[in-house]
């Protein structure tokens, strides 16, 4: 064929990738699956090589990405080559060595790790250029022609310049020795078991490689409530291992330690940071540190917060101990990630001014200018505990003179663990465009946290990702949306979640329209379905704070010291925290912001309880009282979980069959969980506040019968604790090791319908269920989920759909339970409905 122009006719080759590949995937591959283009032209015309410039690690796996994305998507061999050839290649360089082979392109400053995409004809000759401000900029590149190429986008003209926000860009991992991961939801650690670093590190290099293609940078593996040995001569040895396994992509490993390890581990008799000896024992660790992981990123440093010894032990600060740490680290270019996550769980719950939201401001504030350049504080989003929604934290505008990373959480460990879909990014943007009103009108959060406003020298962003063995990484299929977007929003917050969304749906699930589209909106409407259903106007996720983080647990935030109350009695609800009346928490933020939180009727109704105490008869903005929202909302967050289902369904066919049924069976069991929850929250404040609802829903469930009212045998009534759990706050439980029965019959009018069996699901054993219509056999199933309780509660308790199946009145239903291994197959009660 005649030479053919290499864009135009790569772009017609992606035109024809409107169909793909629907065989069986376990997710492992994210969105790096290169999913073969389908119905592509005989005479396609690709570049015969791949030039490689750059001879660095970190270059040759970006040509190695590049050889493996094109085989993928377009099966074809394309040979690497450090040779430039007259013919038509892709040409991986870094701006020093362009300027020796291109000296007529002028390259804008990219900083950082930056690239520039450049298609390119001279001489004859198609070629596109990725050219990196460094290595890493060659390799982040590469990533994203290939997120280009997959997503079929027009590559006729290309001349994309990007260059990240901020040099931290860093994932933390709560992984333990042991192997498992604190607040992880998707199995074991990729890095630890049985207390020492995985033989097999296979998966942590595939985790270091999809971190990269993001354009994360740096990777804390180990819990911030750090082993005591994790310093250890030894343990740094086995901890090399991952370094190594990181090193090709340009991911740094960094370690979390304990301000206590030259006492524990270097049995010093004192771990005081501005003692002499404690200060040179940190400089030796440092040194043997980087003498073994030459690449070495950092500490992280949890202090003085939840039982993990601090500078306070001494009368210090924590400038002090950042200090020490960072003096220690200077001289091989690493730095201290300082958390303010510093508060006092003994508070005492009388005290009306007592206020754990102020902690780190508190705490931090005073100390703005005292640390050295290589301390970054890393400061939650929120003032509290990554709730459901809360108010950005005052701290991130208050450091005129301190480098801040914002940190987030990846791992859903409050907005329902993986087994509900919540996609976070639209939070986060929340976060990041807030204007703190800082140096100016015009200082959003994302420019506070980039050094832009007050030109600080380090920042970024840190998630908490808690990723494991789990073939999805993160358990839930979609929930590896929150990864991709975090990391998306670290490089660029500028991207819009509707952006974030598309793109990784696309990467993830192919370009089917329909299923971008589906995916897409599923998405962007799930955080507030969560929130709808779980936590109102900024009162908190009112889970179960002192256990799991999981299910409903009302009255568990009060009352202890916790901190996290939102001071519900039969008058009202929510912490005033203004300045005239509350904790003053209100005036930690800057004039303008501060004054719309004081006043009711500035301060948006979404946190309205994180700000104020009111009475249930409080009108919101919206006209409603506080009550009938709090009941409203919930009932509507019940129907929108189940509205994700059937959108879901409507992708049968359209999505590989193995994601397909697994995501189908987590939206599923989500949709029936919040009716748990929305039952829990508005039966407790129907009850609470005296007030019912006034469209007459709260306590009232036509075609539920509740399991004690049953026929039973064998099967003895029991009291749920909480009462909210359950419906009627009790359930029936089964103690006999050759089962137990609960029947009725059906009273209604014939038709067809289907039968849902609430039930607890313990996690110390599997118990199994059998449902029966006139004695026939009509469904069996395994209470074999692993749910974060061994009790009857809200965490545990779980919805099963039989049918639908035809009814006449007079019909005998029976559910038969036999407890398996300490589960003693708990049933709450049986809702009959038409479909």
């Not at 949709?671 to 407790?684: F, K, L, S």
């Amino acid at each position: 064929m005649t030479a053919p122009r290499f864009l135009r006719l790569l772009c017609l080759l992606l035109v024809f990738a409107l169909v793909h590949h629907l065989s069986a995937e376990s997710g492992q591959a994210a969105w790096l699956r290169y999913a073969p283009v389908e119905n592509q032209p005989a005479d396609v015309w690709l570049p015969h090589s791949i030039v490689l410039l750059d001879h660095s690690l970190v270059a040759q796996s970006a040509a190695s990405e590049l050889q493996r994305g094109l085989r993928g998507m377009l099966g074809r061999e394309v040979p690497v080559t450090d040779v430039p050839r007259s013919e038509d290649a892709f040409v991986l360089v870094t701006v020093t060595e362009a300027q020796k082979y291109f000296p007529w392109l002028t390259p804008a400053s990219m900083g950082g790790d930056g690239f520039w995409l450049k298609a390119l004809r001279q001489r004859g000759r198609s070629q596109v250029l990725i050219i990196g401000a460094n290595s890493r900029g060659v390799l982040y590149g590469t990533f994203a022609l290939l997120r280009r190429i997959a997503q079929q986008q027009d590559l006729s003209h290309l001349d994309d310049r990007e260059v990240p926000s901020a040099p931290i860009r860093w994932v933390d991992q709560w992984d333990n020795p042991d192997g498992s991961i604190e607040r992880g939801y998707a199995g074991r650690s990729v890095f630890f078991n049985q207390g020492h670093v995985r033989t097999d590190l296979t998966r942590a290099a595939e985790y270091a490689r999809l971190l990269a293609s993001v354009g994360i940078n740096g990777c804390n593996v180990n819990n911030v409530n750090a082993a005591p040995d994790v310093l250890s001569s030894s343990s740094l040895r086995e901890l090399a291992r991952i370094a190594d396994a990181f090193r090709p992509w340009g991911v740094r490993l960094a370690l979390s330690v304990s301000m206590a390890s030259p006492q524990t581990i270097g049995h010093l008799s004192t771990f005081d940071p501005l003692d002499p000896q404690v200060a040179a024992w940190w400089r030796s660790k440092a040194d043997e540190i980087y003498s073994l992981i030459p690449d070495f990123a950092g500490f992280t440093v949890k202090a003085d917060s939840e039982g993990q010894l601090g500078p306070s032990h001494y009368g210090r600060s924590p400038a002090d101990a950042a200090n020490t740490l960072a003096r220690a680290l200077r001289p091989h270019g690493g730095i201290v990630l300082y958390r303010t996550f510093v508060y006092n769980h003994h508070l005492d719950w009388r005290d009306p001014k007592a206020d754990r939201a102020r902690a780190a401001y508190d705490i931090f504030h005073p100390l703005d200018g005292r640390f050295d350049s290589n301390v970054v504080l890393q400061i939650k989003h929120g003032p509290i505990d990554f709730q459901t929604r809360e108010p950005v934290s005052p701290l991130l505008g208050a450091l005129e003179h301190t480098s801040e990373a914002m940190e987030v959480q990846v791992t859903q460990e409050y907005t329902g663990q993986q087994r509900h879909l919540c996609f976070l990014v639209p939070m986060w943007k929340e976060v990041l465009d807030f204007d703190l009103h800082a140096d100016r009108a015009g200082t959003p959060v994302k420019d506070l946290i980039a050094g832009k406003t007050f030109h600080r020298p380090l920042g970024g962003m840190v998630a908490v990702a808690n990723v494991g063995l789990d073939p999805n990484w993160l358990g839930h299929p979609l929930a590896m949306a929150n990864l991709y977007g975090f990391a998306r929003l670290a490089w660029d917050p500028d991207l819009s979640a509707q952006q974030i969304a598309e793109e990784w749906t696309r990467l993830t699930f192919g370009n089917d329209p329909q299923v971008v589209r589906t995916i897409t909106a599923m998405q962007l409407a799930s955080w507030h379905i969560y929130e709808s259903y779980t936590g109102p106007l900024g009162a908190g996720t009112m889970t179960d704070i002192l256990g799991s983080h999981y299910g409903p647990g009302i009255e568990s935030a009060e009352r202890n010291g916790w901190g996290q109350w939102f001071r519900a009695d039969h008058q009202g609800i929510g912490m005033d925290r203004t300045v005239a009346t509350g904790t003053g928490y209100i005036g930690q933020y800057h004039r303008p912001v501060a004054a719309m939180y004081e006043s009711l009727k500035t301060c948006p109704d979404n946190l309205l309880l994180f700000m104020h105490h009111v009475p249930y008869t409080e009108k919101l903005h919206s006209g409603q009282t506080v009550i009938q929202h709090i009941f409203d909302t919930h009932y509507q967050g019940a129907e929108d979980a189940a509205h994700l289902v059937q959108q879901w369904q409507t992708l049968k066919g359209r999505v590989d069959e193995e994601r397909y049924a697994e995501v189908l069976k987590r939206l599923t069991y989500q949709a029936g969980h919040a009716i748990v929850w929305r039952d829990a929250i508005c039966e407790w404040f129907q009850r609470t506040s005296g007030i019912a609802d006034e469209k007459g829903r709260v306590g009232h469930h036509p075609g539920r019968i509740e399991a004690e009212s049953m026929q039973l045998d064998g099967y003895t009534p029991v009291n749920v604790t909480p009462w909210e759990t359950a419906s009627g706050g009790k359930a029936v439980a089964c103690n006999r090791t050759s089962g137990c029965s609960a029947s009725f019959q059906f009273q209604g009018n014939a038709g067809r319908y289907a039968l849902a069996a609430q039930y607890f699901d313990l996690n110390t054993g599997v118990a199994h269920f059998r449902l029966y219509l006139n004695g026939k056999l009509m469904d069996a199933w395994a209470a074999d989920d692993t749910l974060p309780s061994s009790k009857m509660d809200g965490n545990t308790s779980t919805r099963h759909i039989t049918g639908p199946l035809p009814l006449a009145p007079g019909d005998t239903i029976r559910i038969e339970g036999l407890p398996g291994g300490g589960d003693v197959a708990g049933l709450d009660d049986v809702e009959v409905y038409r479909e």
